[in-house]
């Protein structure tokens, strides 16, 4: 059967802002059909607007998909910066308390927002070269972590290197966690209900024991 273009609706009726529908529109696609269902033509259907519209603003599907991952990640970064601010006093507690404050933002987010999370560590990325932003901002959220341990852990090759090891200890701990508590074999694992309660909390605690028993290490 040929592809029939449903009928333009009457310009009252057709989106303001065009661009902000598109990105809309092509979220609710990836929710229903997940991010290899994305098409222009698809954002066009949703939006009953004519299939070539949606180029006024992206020049392609790959463009679509890099701003819509590219605001995940900021959305991310931002919720990440919340939990970062009390770093920076003293009195917020030890290096281990404000690591554990900032797992714990990660972890909520994964939690609150599964498709944003998928989208940004499930998807592959459109070509890096042609979305800088979205580099960039990618790059921000894993900074937040990286610069905390440095500071923490000082500033020569050797305690960079261990910080920047550590951050990807965190961080593939972390990623870990929150991909299995969306993995759909999970209800069929027979886990109790009081295991499910305490496995973040399980999983934070023996990441802070490995952070410290490296930390008395090295100082050793």
């Known amino acids: ?39 222009m033509r698809d954002v066009s259907r949703k939006l ?73 560590f499930g998807t592959p990325w459109p070509e890096p070269a042609s979305h800088p932003e979205l580099v960039k901002h990618a790059v921000h959220a894993f900074d937040i972590l990286r610069n905390h341990l440095r500071q923490q852990h000082g500033r020569s090759p050797a305690q960079t290197e261990r ?8 961080w593939s701990t972390l990623h870990g966690l929150a991909t299995i508590m969306q993995a759909n074999v999970l209800p069929h694992l027979a886990l109790s209900e009081r295991v499910m309660s305490q496995a973040q909390t399980h999983v934070m605690q023996h990441m802070g024991v490995a952070l410290a028993a490296s930390a008395n290490g090295a100082s050793a």
């Open 163 to 170: 910080a920047d090891l550590d951050a990807l200890f965190i």
């Open 48 to 120: 009953h607007i004519s299939h070539q519209a949606p180029y006024r603003h992206f020049a392609s599907r790959d463009h679509l998909l890099a701003e819509i991952m590219r605001r995940c990640f900021v959305d991310f970064a931002r919720h990440l910066d919340a939990s970062a601010h009390p770093l920076e006093t003293p009195a917020a507690g030890t290096g281990l308390d404000r690591l554990a404050a900032m797992g714990l933002a990660y972890m909520d987010y994964a939690a609150a927002k599964p498709l944003e999370y998928r989208l940004m």
């Open 1 to 39: 059967m040929p592809d029939v273009q449903a009928p333009m609706p009457p310009a009252n009726q057709r989106p303001a802002d065009l661009k902000e529908a598109c990105l809309q529109a092509a979220r609710e696609v990836i929710a229903e059909q997940g991010v290899e269902g994305l098409s």
